[in-house]
């Protein structure tokens, strides 16, 4: 059963990489040299963005604090794709004109080479958090399935971040339409029909308990009404959106791109609470809430459904890994070491870095053993760039020292909330990050940007 599991894995792998990846040149490692059509873009957003936060973070958190999270997520994603819709073309007219590859271009072109390193900080520490939590989701499943020694998931793991950083993002782009159409045959078809099949309309939340189905639960009205207010800038924030839309051919490509991931993504969520709400009824027993959901999963599945669910539950972590370690790899290439994105020379480097992001990851994954939280530390750390981007894009005169200032004091007041206040970090570290960047930029002199565009 392990060798099966490995050889499923290197087939979802090596293959796509061998064939996307074998004439890789700069253009297409990092932005798939600007010119990707249309259809593949939505398909490749959407399978990134339901990655295992999408399916085994937030049916565990459901199953263990209510539908507040999952809720919050799903309005996160769908409100945030209409906005990445809206400002898609002009982000498209910005990353033409100054060759822009990541969100530290864009705020270095308008603030200078600090905020792009403090932007680059940020994303470097949230996507290693972000690559953590799919490894260990990966692990859970990869165990449940196999029975197998840790050796084994650590050699399927070292598979996964070989070829991510062979293929880059053309590989990819290529990668996420193969594994988007496995999950939704596996998940959406045959998983809606397994869990259905045993729980009736349990799927819908019938015979569930109202803590299950409270949304007050996880972080009560402070988390669920914030969430929906300022939920929907986080996709706004996160690098893959930026690379997608810098990939695009043109400006109205970049804006429909959105408007049809944004359905795509649906079903997907619809699952994840579905899932959350029959382990609530299957009763599984002891174990993590991420392993109990697995379990549940795994005995509504048909003969042969364990490796059928590996395979889907793969296909998840796999088409989100790729684009998370490359955004913690083209972040500290790009934004914090200051390198070229248009020297070929460089492509070792970057390779290299995407492997150590991998890496790294799955240490963090082998010492946190908890999803959710590892969720928790990505996403809100994100927020902290909202003031200084949309500072940005409405070109709000300001000191250069501003944005690094509000970003860096931001994020590092969320880390320290996340200790004592959960449910509720991001507040205090978004409060921080726009009281610094408006106070500081009315005590220090204005700076031009340096680039046109958005």
Known sequence: MVWLALAMVAAMTIGTSVWAGLRASTGSFWVNNRA???????????????????????????????????????????????????????????????????????????????????????????YLFLTAAQFEAFHDIFGFVTNSPTWAFHAAAGLVIIYTAWLGMRGDIVS???????????????????????????????????????????????????????????????????????????QKEARLVFVWASLLVLPFYVFALSLGFCTSLAHPGQGKPDQQVIQTLLASMPRFGAMICFAGLSAVILSCVNSLMLAAGFAIHRDILGRSATRDSDLKIVRGLTIAAGIVGVIIADISRDIVQLLLNSFYGLIVLGPALVGGAMRIRTGAIAAPVSILCGYTTTIVALAVMPGQAFLPGFIVAIVSFLGVSMLTRPCKSVASGL
């Open 176 to 250: 996420d339409i193969l594994e988007f159409g496995v999950k939704l045959v596996v998940l959406i078809g045959l998983g809606f029909y397994a869990l259905w099949g045993r729980f009736g309309a349990g799927v819908l939340g019938q015979g569930v308990s109202g803590e299950i189905l409270s949304p007050l639960r996880f972080g009560g009205w402070t988390f669920l009404i914030l969430g929906f207010v300022f939920g929907a800038s986080i996709p706004l924030l996160q690098p893959e959106i930026w690379f997608r839309i810098y990939s695009s051919r043109n």
């Open 36 to 126: 990707t059509p249309l259809w593949m873009l939505v398909v490749s957003s959407a399978a990134t963005q339901v990655g295992a936060g999408a399916i085994i973070g937030l049916a565990s958190a459901t199953f263990q604090s209510g539908t507040g999270f999952a809720l919050v997520s799903l309005f996160s994603t769908v409100g945030g794709f209409i906005l990445a819709a809206l400002i898609g073309p002009a982000l498209k007219a910005f990353g033409d004109s100054a060759q822009a590859v990541t969100i530290g271009d864009f705020l270095g072109a308008r603030y200078g080479r600090g905020a792009q390193m403090a932007a680059g900080i940020v994303v470097a520490f949230t």
